[in-house]
T-cell receptor, first 114, second 116 residues
Framework: ETGVTQSPTHLIKTRGQQVTLRCSSQ?????VSWYQQALGQGPQFIFQ???????GRGNFPPRFSGLQFPNYSSELNVNALELDDSALYLC?????????????FGPGTRLTVL | AQSVTQPDIHITVSEGASLELRCNYS??????LFWYVQSPGQGLQLLLK??????LVQGIKGFEAEFKRSQSSFNLRKPSVHWSDAAEYFC??????????????FGKGTHLIIQP
């Protein structure tokens, strides 16, 4: 059983560009959540996808968007990058929507916006 | 909205000594409570969780946590720390609104340093 994987590991972009981050869920998991972790902070919930539909969103603007595919892998897209978007982006997969279901986290993608 | 406070940004403990990491939450009802650990370059690993029932929960790596409703606290403990416990520890709360999952709300973390 493979765990949650994310790609790329590191990424450098300039302000105004667009970025796509990818996540492969743990086998059998149908729910993916994305978090942003700024330096020295705890992760912040961006949004969650369940069966290919967005199911909940945190306090993030619409330029943060996502997709979930039939195999439950997921993408996080960020448009019009800002300097404050520099962070570690974590993907977590789980079986089902409920907060009681354990979320398994990937190692993250480190995004630097210059 | 729920919130999580971890009052200690850094804690230094000698190897073999006991450990307690503090966590307080703010929420109208009893949320689901979690402790995660994050080592450099690693994702978050779940140490333990509380949903209901026995207020003392056991986790992996010898950790335990106690839920105290009256204090809105969920402190993490370990009787004897090892050098490999040096990491960032996050307390988190989760809830399910029924209309859509709200995700987990994390505290800012406590950085644990182990002295030889």
């Amino acid at each position: 059983e493979t765990g949650v994987t994310q790609s790329p590991t590191h990424l450098i972009k300039t302000r105004g560009q667009q970025v796509t981050l990818r996540c492969s869920s743990q086998s059998g998991h149908n729910t993916v959540s994305w978090y942003q972790q700024a330096l020295g902070q705890g992760p912040q919930f961006i949004f969650q996808y369940y069966r290919e539909e967005e199911n909940g969103r945190g306090n993030f603007p619409p330029r943060f968007s996502g997709l979930q595919f039939p195999n439950y892998s997921s993408e996080l897209n960020v448009n019009a990058l800002e300097l404050d978007d520099s962070a570690l982006y974590l993907c977590a997969s789980s079986l089902g929507l409920r907060a009681v279901n354990e979320q398994f986290f990937g190692p993250g993608t480190r995004l630097t916006v210059l | 909205a729920q919130s999580v406070t971890q009052p200690d940004i850094h804690i230094t403990v000698s190897e073999g000594a006991s450990l307690e990491l503090r966590c307080n939450y703010s929420y109208g009802a009893t949320p689901y409570l979690f402790w995660y650990v994050q080592s450099p370059g690693q994702g978050l690993q779940l140490l333990l969780k509380y949903f209901s029932g026995d207020t003392l929960v056991q986790g992996i790596k010898g950790f335990e946590a106690e839920f105290k409703r009256s204090q809105s606290s969920f402190n993490l403990r370990k009787p004897s720390v090892h050098w490999s416990d040096a990491a960032e520890y996050f307390c988190a709360v989760g809830l399910y609104s029924g209309g859509g999952a709200d995700g987990l709300t994390f505290g800012k973390g406590t950085h644990l340093i182990i002295q030889p």
